[in-house]
């Protein structure tokens, strides 16, 4: 129901900031809710932060204050900012669109945290 590219993944140092990208094949605001989930090794997917259509937002307790979901409605296009990054942030990030019952993932992008 929708293609979704993901973008912006690196190595960064303790400290550090990253800024994430995810690129929509239809208008953001046709889709329920979107977001970034991450999965670090030997662990399960976890959510990191979601974005209703209408901009409601919901971030994990252990994101809060360090990370922010944006979007560009002109672009289809959602941002994860993430500044002050920690070795427990290091995982591979995925996009996902919410469309009713319909869970639409991209392809993930790594990030690690160096200590």
């Known amino acids: 129901q929708v293609q979704l590219v993901g973008s912006g993944g690196g190595l960064v140092q303790l400290g550090g900031s990253l800024r994430l990208s995810c690129a929509a094949s239809r208008s953001i605001f046709s889709i329920d809710v979107m977001g970034w989930y991450r999965q670090a090794p030997g662990k399960q997917r976890e959510l990191v932060v979601t974005?209703?259509?209408?901009?409601?937002?919901n971030y994990a307790d252990s994101v809060k204050g360090r990370f922010t979901i944006s979007r560009d409605v002109t672009k289809n296009t959602v941002y994860l900012q993430m500044n002050s990054l920690k070795p427990q942030d290091t995982a591979v990030y995925y996009c996902n669109a919410r469309i009713g019952t319909s869970y639409n993932w991209g392809q993930g992008t790594q990030v690690t945290v160096s200590s």
């Open positions: 974005i209703t259509s209408g901009g409601s937002t």
